[in-house]
């Protein structure tokens, strides 16, 4: 079997890692190579897997842990990838959560499976407002414990790219890529805008040639790690509604817009919130990543007489909360007008991170 590229793309919750896996993916395949994707999360139920599919995507999910505590379980979704269609690349997205993916996975692939595999540098997107403020010695509205999370992860990254570049101006851009490079000199800074296009072909030549992943290993507390993980509720759903006919655009966005309001009146920081809507073939993905001002949508499911709604929401309240929260919000706009039928649902608090491996050094 050839060799494959593996792609390993990771990031802090709500900084756009599924919207640049989908084009990176499309792009590739363009170029006439065959690629897959994995996605990871603690739970079932993802919408980035639904996301991916819907955009007739070979997707594999790693689900109930990261990637870190189930290397097996990740390493088996790369060899089913390679053997269905026979991939050229494979790029992977960890749980947002997730760090020491240099000890923990880049340094196991590059000693124990540097036959089959071609490990691309560790890129960690960030978002523009939360790297300032973590620059600037806060915690981007996050709880402490969640913010050393974030700082860990910036701090093993072989590429710092940051995204969502369209909210800012040439001179802001600028300014916050000195920054970061100040901050943290060993990482090569990029930037990217999926949303205008620019620079994604810039990042894909780099991780599809550069060899030289995990360049550094990161001292990691991992009772402040697990406690970061603890401090936000996590949810995964999926609903089917059927009842009138609606316009389930207009649904969407009342749905994520009467969610925030709720988070933000009771003062749950919010990690992040994504909800799709399929009606058939077609959807629209939402996404809340802090206050109300960070909703976004695209994509259009149009109007018909059912959906299938999947809603996943990392907050920082208990799970318990978060589910009383979610389930109130959706009763309260589907009152008599849908019958709805749960398919699956469930919500959790991440237990304490126990890797598989950890390496403590780097693999040449």
Same mark, same amino acid.
């Given at each position: ?150 700082? #860990? %992860?910036?701090?093993?990254?072989? !590429?710092?790219?940051?995204?969502? /570049?369209?909210? @800012?101006?040439? *001179?802001?851009? +600028? ?105 058939? #073939? %077609?959807?629209?993905?939402?996404? !809340?990543?802090?206050?109300?001002? /960070?909703?976004? @949508?695209?994509? *259009?499911?149009? +109007? ?61």
């Amino acid at each position: 079997m050839k060799t494959t590229r593996l792609i390993l793309a990771g990031s802090f919750l709500g900084a756009g890692k599924t919207t640049l896996l989908w084009e990176a993916a499309r792009r590739l395949m363009e170029q006439g190579l065959n690629v897959g994707l994995i996605t990871n999360d603690q739970a079932p139920e993802l919408v980035d897997s639904a996301l991916l599919t819907l955009n007739n995507l070979q997707v594999a999910e790693v689900s109930g842990s990261c990637f870190c505590c189930n290397f097996n379980g990740f390493t088996d979704s790369i060899q089913q990838i390679r053997k269905d269609v026979s991939a050229d690349v494979i790029i992977a997205e960890p749980v947002g959560s997730c760090a020491d993916l240099s000890a923990t996975i880049l340094q196991p692939l590059k000693h124990y499976w540097n036959r089959d595999l071609l490990v691309a540098p560790l890129t960690v997107l960030a978002d523009p407002t939360r790297l300032q403020s973590i620059l600037a010695g806060e915690n981007a509205d996050l709880h402490p414990d969640a913010a050393y999370i974030y700082r #860990k %992860q910036l701090e093993e990254s072989d !590429i710092i790219l940051i995204s969502k /570049t369209d909210l @800012l101006t040439d *001179s802001q851009l +600028e300014e916050l890529k000195q920054q970061t490079a100040a901050y943290y000199p060993s990482a090569t800074i990029r930037t990217i805008s999926v949303t205008r296009g620019t620079s994604v072909d810039e990042w894909l030549e780099e991780v599809c040639t550069r060899n030289d992943a995990g360049k550094r290993i990161v001292d990691m507390d991992y009772d402040i790690y697990a406690n970061g993980e603890a401090v936000l509720g996590w949810l995964n759903g999926t609903l089917h509604l059927k009842g009138e006919n609606t316009d389930w655009d207009i649904f969407t966005r009342q749905l994520l817009t009467h969610l925030s309001a709720r988070f933000d009146n009771e003062n749950y920081p919010v990690g992040h919130v994504k909800i799709i809507s399929e009606n058939g #073939k %077609q959807y629209i993905v939402g996404n !809340i990543t802090g206050n109300r001002d /960070t909703l976004s @949508l695209r994509g *259009s499911a149009g +109007e018909s007489e059912e959906i299938r709604l999947i809603v996943n929401a990392r907050v920082e309240t208990s799970p318990e909360n978060l589910d009383k929260i979610v389930r109130e919000t959706i009763d309260e706009l589907v009152e008599n007008k849908y019958t709805p039928e749960v398919i699956a649902w469930r919500y959790l608090q991440p237990g304490r991170p126990q890797p598989t491996h950890r390496f403590t050094e780097v693999v040449a």
